[in-house]
Nanobody, 124 residues
Framework: QVQLVESGGGLVQAGGSLRLSCAVS????????MGWFRQAPGKEREFVAA????????YYRDSVKGRFTISRDNAKNTVYLEMNSLEPSDTAVYYC?????????????????WGQGTRVTVSS
């Protein structure tokens, strides 16, 4: 089992920044990768960014490239999502997810464990 706890969400003005954290506990030695997803009201949960637990690969959805950065600190068992130049369209609940096997990283079904989510609201 793997447990994930997100933090760092909040209300920010457009153009501002936030850093989300995801604390990982449990069978971290079995992890292959971590992802961040988001879900806006009335919309499906969508991929935002992913990173392999080894840190060798990082992937982003096009709309956040150049603004968001995913990173991990294996010593702290924590994954981060640094979000800059935030836009109102980034408003959503952000979820951290853990992937236990290799393969695609874009779909919610590619992940085995999920956190409870943290809300990000960007005002215009």
């Amino acid at each position: 089992q793997v447990q994930l706890v997100e933090s760092g969400g909040g209300l920010v003005q457009a153009g501002g920044s936030l850093r989300l954290s995801c604390a990982v506990s449990g069978r971290t030695f079995s992890l292959y990768g971590m992802g961040w997803f988001r879900q806006a009201p009335g919309k499906e949960r969508e991929f935002v960014a992913a990173i392999t637990w080894s840190g060798g690969g990082r992937y982003y959805r096009d709309s956040v490239k150049g603004r968001f950065t995913i990173s991990r600190d294996n010593a702290k068992n924590t994954v981060y999502l640094e979000m800059n130049s935030l836009e109102p369209s980034d408003t959503a609940v952000y979820y951290c997810a853990a992937q236990m096997k290799t393969g695609s990283y874009l779909r919610t079904t590619d992940y085995d464990y999920w956190g409870q989510g943290t809300r990000v609201t960007v005002s215009s």
